[in-house]
């Protein structure tokens, strides 16, 4: 299972999720249900989440780090201000908000698998080998962090 840990961007994982989402549910049309405002809801979602990932993108070009997901070996700091005070993982958390978007707009019992499986991919695969990355590179300042600072949110 290491075989897949930094290999699969997160976007791309969001991706593949989402057109997961979209071919189940139109296939089991049985498990749909009514959402009032459905439309709204995801809109809000989608967008707070695009909000949450691009403030999180910003704030790693701002300390000029890389926001490469592939390669958390190669940050050049540690950051901890901005967004990242309330979050470790806020393009992560934002990819997540705009796959519930997605879910509540397909509005099917099918599509909640679907952020789940990203958290769960995500968490195992993507998260886990950063933070084991970034405690290798910035030791306890890493350490203090991740104590003060939750993973998702």
Same mark, same amino acid.
């Given at each position: 299972?290491?075989?897949?840990?930094?290999?699969?961007? /997160?976007?791309?994982?969001?991706?593949?999720? !989402?057109?997961?989402?979209?071919?189940?549910?139109?296939?089991?049309?049985?498990?749909?249900?009514?959402?009032?405002?459905?439309?709204?809801?995801?809109?809000?979602? !989608?967008?707070?989440? =695009?909000?949450?990932?691009?403030?999180?993108? =910003?704030?790693?070009?701002?300390?000029?780090?890389? =926001?490469?997901?592939?390669?958390?070996?190669?940050?050049?700091?540690?950051?901890?201000?901005?967004?990242?005070? #309330?979050?470790?993982?806020?393009?992560? #958390?934002?990819?997540?908000?705009?796959?519930?978007?997605? !879910?509540?707009?397909?509005?099917?019992? =099918?599509?909640?698998?679907? /952020?789940?499986?990203?958290?769960?991919?995500?968490?195992?695969?993507?998260?886990?080998?950063?933070?084991?990355?970034?405690?290798?590179?910035?030791?306890?300042?890493?350490?203090?962090?991740?104590?003060?600072?939750?993973?998702?949110?």
């Amino acid at each position: 299972m290491q075989k897949l840990e930094l290999k699969v961007p /997160p976007p791309a994982v969001a991706l593949l999720l !989402a057109s997961a989402m979209w071919l189940a549910t139109s296939i089991s049309g049985a498990l749909a249900f009514a959402l009032l405002g459905r439309l709204a809801i995801a809109i809000a979602l !989608a967008a707070f989440g =695009v909000a949450i990932s691009t403030a999180g993108t =910003v704030s790693f070009w701002r300390a000029r780090t890389t =926001v490469n997901p592939t390669r958390p070996d190669a940050a050049s700091s540690l950051v901890a201000t901005g967004i990242y005070r #309330l979050t470790r993982n806020p393009m992560y #958390l934002g990819l997540f908000l705009v796959l519930a978007g997605w !879910a509540a707009y397909l509005s099917n019992a =099918v599509a909640l698998v679907g /952020p789940l499986m990203f958290v769960l991919y995500i968490n195992r695969f993507q998260i886990v080998p950063e933070e084991r990355a970034l405690a290798a590179k910035f030791g306890t300042a890493f350490d203090d962090y991740r104590r003060r600072t939750r993973r998702w949110i």
